[in-house]
């Protein structure tokens, strides 16, 4: 073979050679950005993944307890003996951690309400165990009732949200225990308190504990014939898995009824007007649908009368003239 047809044979070769490498470089791209896309996609369904780099984290000695801007994470004594927890590198790496995406997650429900926490830092205690099991979180609220002017209203000196590592470690109950966190001020009745809550744990945080009920369908009534969802306790009560997904079940067909503006309204009247502060004791469904209807723009008893809840119209006037005879004189 002729040398110039010789080095012309090469020339190809080592061209095919070169595409050969490009067109399997480039699906191996491919297939490395395909991996990478269907990751993403099984991580948003196990949980929301939110960053905040400049959450301010301090870290005491011995990194019992871990701070932050709206934080303060404590591990009980009873976790210490946990050989994931017994050294304060471990501590301080874990609760580093956790509350970036619990600041994360502060901020994404301010937003999502437009609310804060009654309080300035929220408490966090995690716990190997917390009142004798693993399958609880509790989160608790220091309540006063102090005269300011001529009135006396309620607030709220302290807010703890207690933790099994077990219960921890699920991003969505710590979606729902910290929503519980911003709105315990509101005292609003148990059905709605977990409704929203279980709202944030599914639609923002991916769990899938609760599911969606039909509202007509799988109502309950009680012997008065009135949705037993009403007088539903939430914790400890029988029911529970009923109440919690029927409570999500009126939260969510409200917020798609009318739309993502609701809650910030019904929340910024109710802030507005400060009756709540006033309540001795938690707030009646007709003084909530009251709030609802102001932020809807529509009368919304029928909705709930659909329902079988037991409720009423009230005015102002009313509510303010209940609260007054509920009210131990000074």
Sequence with gaps: MPFQNRRQMRNMIVLLVVMLCLSSCAALEEASQRRQEKIKRQQSKRYLTLARPDAQISVSSGALEIGSDHYTLTFHEDLLKNKAFDEPREREEFGRGALVYMESLYTFIEKLFGIEPPVRRIGIILYEEYRGTTRVAITETNYS?????????????KITMHFPMAMFDQRDVRAHELTHAFTTVYYFPIWFTEGIAVFVQNEYAKG????????????KLDMDNVNAIQTWEGHGSHDVQWGYSY??????????RLGEDFYPELFRIIKQEKLHQKLPRQMKSSMLIYYMSQAAGEDLVPFFQELKFNVRRLTRQEIESVIRQATPSR
Excluded: C, F
């Design 145 to 157: 009732m102090m005269p300011q002017g001529n009135e006396i209203l309620r607030t709220v000196g």
């Design 208 to 219: 899938t504990g609760h599911g969606r009920l039909n509202l007509q369908d799988e109502m």
């Design 247 to 256: 409570s999500y079940s009126i939260a969510k067909a409200l917020y798609e």
